[in-house]
């Protein structure tokens, strides 16, 4: 079985925004191993049916899932993932803070905890969580290496740290919050402490600032892509995303915007 699957070229990891944003948010990640495919998906911000409508949309269902990870408790991310890992049994792994926050439900013995820096081995994919700023209990983002290509999955923080430089360095690929343009947010009609919140150190990330970290990440290492997520309806448009990132990185690295509904197309990593 090893040898066989040394012989499959690597770099064979897929992924799909099944939707993205304050509508609910959930990607479905791939790995193939061998003649085994691995199925993670990250967050299940969406109603079940939804959900399900989503996945087989997607050429897939969801007993393929072998793995949830939810990355904090907001509504937009956690929504259906206790009924689906009930469900279908699948493992939901989530940080102790996001399972505190969410009071503890009973996940029928599906419950995996995770936390910054530890990795998750799920067979042909191993999953590293780490830690950002942003308005939860225990956020985690994370990155997904099948031991060739290295995927990044960043949304929901208020700022780019040090630490998660650190985690996206080697990425190929970046799923990347960008969240609101700055000038749109300061003039949109948002309550001033919504503003704040959104535009603060805890809050979502500016298309100015996703732009900044994919061009240091372009500059230290091997990014080649970039699917802009996570955009404000009110905040941003697809264009103002696409141009931040287009004047940041544009010709050296693919750039793609995931709708609010319908997310992205499958896009290799
Ligand atoms: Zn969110
Ligand atoms: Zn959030």
Redesign the pocket.
């Given at each position: 079985m090893r040898q066989a699957r040394r012989l499959v070229p690597r770099g064979m990891i897929r992924f799909k925004s099944l939707g993205s944003g304050s509508s609910g948010n959930a990607t479905v990640i791939q790995a193939r191993g061998g003649a085994s495919l691995t199925h993670l998906l990250v967050d299940c911000g969406l109603g079940i049916r939804e959900l399900d409508k989503r996945l087989a949309a997607a050429g897939m269902m969801a007993d393929q899932v072998d793995a949830i990870f939810i990355t904090?408790e907001?509504g937009?991310?956690i929504g259906c993932a206790r009924q689906l890992a009930v469900r279908e049994r699948i493992p939901v792994y989530m940080s102790e803070g996001t399972y505190a926050a969410i009071g503890q439900p009973d996940f029928g013995g599906m419950l995996r905890l995770a936390c910054d820096g530890a990795a998750i081995d799920l067979g042909g994919l191993e999953v590293r969580p780490f830690t950002v700023p942003?308005?939860?209990r225990e956020?985690l983002q994370l990155t997904c290496h099948d031991g060739d290509t290295r995927l990044g999955v960043l949304t929901?923080l208020g700022h780019v740290t040090a630490h998660v430089e650190q985690a996206l360095a080697g990425c190929a690929t970046l799923l990347l919050e960008c969240n609101h343009d700055e000038a749109m947010l300061r003039a949109s009609t948002y309550p001033p402490f919504l503003k704040r919140r959104v535009g603060g150190a805890y809050g979502?990330l500016a298309n100015s600032a996703a732009a900044a970290l994919a061009q240091s990440l372009l500059a230290a290492g091997r990014l080649r892509q970039v699917v802009a997520a996570h955009l404000s309806e009110q905040n941003n448009t697809p264009e103002l995303a696409r141009t931040a990132l287009q004047q940041a990185i544009g010709g050296a690295a693919e750039i793609h915007v995931a709708d609010g509904r319908s997310g992205s197309g499958w896009l290799s990593a």
């Open positions: 904090h907001h937009d991310h942003h308005d939860a956020p929901d979502h």
